[in-house]
């Protein structure tokens, strides 16, 4: 039996290439070690494999909501092909126990690292793409989003608080908000950030995180529902 029975029965097909399916699940740490085994890792197929889930993607959100506006769709498209999203549904295929990884990756538990798990969903994709065309591909990204995009939208996770206040405050005084980090605590393993966004000289929202990114989307939630109750007192 092919070492990738198990990994082509969750796929739900039958590679007709499998030096492609190899290369897709080769990192760069293992050709590092193995430079006379393998000539490629799994890169350029991520490349690949990134434009054809960005097209299967929009196209099917196109599809499914008819009246929804560029930006929204925009959202959702962007919740779908995140890292986070992506590495679930490499989790879900059990794509990280097949991939080919140098040993300091591997004992550092790459097989689980939510970047790397999204570099090789993506290339699996590039792969079958190469191997057997848009329709299979097609198949397998629609069976795996649909969950996905239900969880998406019943908890509003498409919502860019940084890009929605963004328009708003462009709209209303045609400015852009300005972030600054106004603080950090705690250790450098476990540090806290303390964003403050600011129109003009006027603070609007503060938050904090573990990164800057979470903290200024914390201080745009504040700053949303800030101008939401001042749009509802007008």
């Given at each position: 039996?092919?070492?990738?029975?198990?990994?082509?029965?969750?796929?739900?097909?039958?590679?007709?290439?499998?030096?492609?399916?190899?290369?897709?699940?080769?990192?760069?740490?293992?050709?590092?070690?193995?430079?006379?085994?393998?000539?490629?890792?799994?890169?350029?197929?991520?490349f690949l494999g990134d434009a054809v889930l960005d097209f299967i993607v929009g196209a099917y959100l196109y599809h499914r909501f008819p009246e929804m506006d560029e930006g929204e769709l925009t959202s959702l498209r962007a919740a779908l092909v995140r890292a986070k999203t992506l590495a679930r549904f490499a989790r879900e295929l059990e794509i990280g126990r097949f991939l080919q990884l140098g040993y300091g990756e591997a004992e550092n538990g790459g097989r689980e690292r939510t970047p790397l798990?999204?570099?090789?969903?993506?290339?699996?994709?590039?792969?079958?793409?190469?191997?057997?065309?848009?329709?299979?591909?097609?198949?397998?990204?629609?069976?795996?989003?649909?969950?996905?995009?239900?969880?998406?939208?019943?908890d509003s996770l498409h919502k860019d608080d940084k890009s929605e206040f963004q328009v708003w405050a462009q709209a209303q005084y045609n400015i852009t908000p300005r972030y600054e980090v106004v603080g950090t605590s705690g250790p450098d393993h476990a540090k806290l950030f303390t964003v403050q966004v600011l129109l003009h000289d006027a603070v609007w929202g503060?938050?904090?995180?573990?990164?800057?990114?979470?903290?200024?989307?914390?201080?745009?939630?504040?700053?949303?529902?800030?101008?939401e109750t001042l749009e509802e007192n007008t």
């Open positions: 039996m092919n070492r990738f029975a198990e990994l082509e029965n969750n796929l739900n097909v039958q590679f007709k290439d499998y030096s492609l399916l190899i290369r897709a699940l080769t990192h760069r740490s293992y050709l590092n070690e193995h430079a006379d085994e393998v000539l490629e890792d799994n890169e350029r197929l991520e798990l999204c570099a090789a969903f993506e290339a699996v994709v590039g792969a079958l793409y190469l191997d057997q065309g848009m329709t299979p591909v097609k198949a397998l990204v629609e069976q795996l989003i649909g969950p996905a995009l239900a969880e998406i939208m019943a503060e938050g904090t995180g573990r990164s800057k990114q979470v903290a200024a989307q914390a201080a745009a939630k504040v700053a949303m529902a800030k101008a």
